[in-house]
């Protein structure tokens, strides 16, 4: 063997193990997201390492490897499967999130058809734009009320608490903002930690689950039931993910300087994202889509190789079998998430006014601005149809509201 040819061998094998530390990392920027969705809705947080996992080597399957993302469950679930849960049950939930699979691969189906052009035509801006406001203020109360320790059991004082809430905010807020490189990508987890440190000391936080928990635990997997209400709920949610999904796709194609619409084809990524949803809602998980943390750690570290993702995904998977890890997740206090929540939930309206914005949606137009209004009312008054059998209420109203309005209304108008 010449030495070129041991001097590339030693050189692949230490890039190998560099794959395997940054696919670490990569999971590491994506934890917070990730445990943050099942955590707020009372999905099982190794459940959701497992899912996202799984549903990472799906889409790269589905991909034929050429997109360097990592999946987990985007913000805009949180409402709708917290109030699935709370009126049908996780199983039902479950069933609804695997129909929303489906939506993503309908969408999948319509661009092999018609082209990408056929998502803006059947979501334009002012349609998606107040659905995304909707998904944010409709929570806004849920958020104010965790932060304020409703609920929570503790002889603590009400401003005790919401110091608690107020230092995880105030934490987040400062990563987001001021942060450099590396820390900057992980605002949720320091907010996490600072909130979790002081719960500790003003003695919010019960060790003995953690301490209980076994090393090593199959995750709790919940198989769904299909109840056709919670899946008509739950189908007009995936009209915000699909959007993000398209913007996300097209934001680390300019990162690494491809074209991800067109090679694998936006067929392909949306087929991925429907599979890994489905796939995770049959196991007990929230849904696996592409999101934006691990967008901006491709962006820092310019490491564009989809095997780290792919690392990043086998870690996940690894971390789901270590019983003590959802312990851990579980004992954090309710107070802490709350005052993440109220950036978090306040940030998805944001995006909603960001895309009137950037879209130059002019509601001087009266079709326009009917369909803003009635959205936005419908959605944070809470009006409700009632069908007897089926009640249609919240995000799905807003969704089939924004749609048919949109079709309907004449354009210029």
């Known amino acids: 063997m010449s030495s070129n040819e041991t001097t590339h061998q030693v050189a692949s094998h230490k890039h190998s193990w560099l794959d395997v530390l940054t696919g670490a990392q990569m999971l590491f920027v994506a934890f917070g997201a990730l445990v943050l969705v099942p955590l707020l809705t009372g999905l099982n ?25 990592f999946l987990a ?66 929570l806004a109360p849920v958020a104010v009320n965790m932060a304020m320790g409703s609920g929570l059991e503790t002889h603590l004082p009400k401003y005790q608490l919401i ?3 107020m230092a995880s905010l105030v934490t987040t ?56 209400q919670a899946i ?32 694998p084809g936006l067929q392909k990524t949306l087929l991925g ?7 995770a809602g049959f196991l007990g998980g929230p849904p696996c889509i592409t999101y934006a943390e691990v967008i901006g750690a491709v962006t820092l570290t310019r490491n564009f190789k989809t095997r780290v993702m792919t690392w990043a995904a086998i870690w996940a998977i690894v971390m789901s079998f270590v019983g003590k890890v959802g312990a851990f997740l579980a004992s954090i206090p309710s107070v802490v998430m709350g005052g993440i929540m109220v950036l978090l939930f306040g940030s998805i309206a944001s995006v909603g006014v960001n895309i009137l914005i950037k879209h130059k949606v002019d509601l001087s137009i009266s079709r326009n601005m009917c369909i803003t209004a009635l959205v936005l009312v419908f959605g944070i008054g809470g009006m409700v149809f009632d069908f007897g059998s089926y009640v249609l209420q919240g995000i799905s109203l807003c969704g089939i509201a924004a749609i048919l309005l949109n079709l309907i209304l004449p354009q210029h108008k």
Request: proline share 7%; aromatic share 14%.
């Open 163 to 165: 110091i608690v809430s």
């Open 45 to 69: 947080p190794n459940v959701a390492l497992f899912t996202a996992g799984f549903g990472t080597l799906l889409f790269q399957i589905t991909t034929r490897g050429k997109v360097p993302v």
């Open 73 to 138: 469950s985007s913000f805009a679930f949180i409402a709708p499967i917290s109030y699935g849960v709370a009126q049908w049950g996780i199983p039902a939930t479950l069933g609804g999130l695997v129909a929303a699979g489906f939506v993503f691969m309908f969408f999948s189906f319509l661009v092999k058809i018609n082209g990408a052009n056929v998502i803006n035509a059947i979501l334009p801006p002012v349609v998606t734009g107040p659905i995304i406001m909707v998904i944010g203020l409709s």
């Open 273 to 279: 994202d429907g599979l890994a949803t489905s796939a």
């Open 232 to 263: 008509l709920y739950m189908i007009p949610i995936v009209i915000a993910p699909t959007i993000e999904h398209v913007g996300d796709i097209m934001a680390i194609g300019s990162v690494t300087g491809k074209d991800y619409t067109k090679e």
């Open 173 to 228: 807020l400062i990563v987001a903002i001021w942060a450099k490189g590396f820390l900057k990508l992980v605002p949720i987890i320091s907010g996490i930690l600072v909130g979790y440190v002081l719960s500790c000391f003003l003695g919010l936080v019960d060790f003995k689950p953690v301490y209980d928990a076994p090393w090593f635990s199959l995750p709790d997997f919940t198989f769904p039931e299909f109840k056709w």
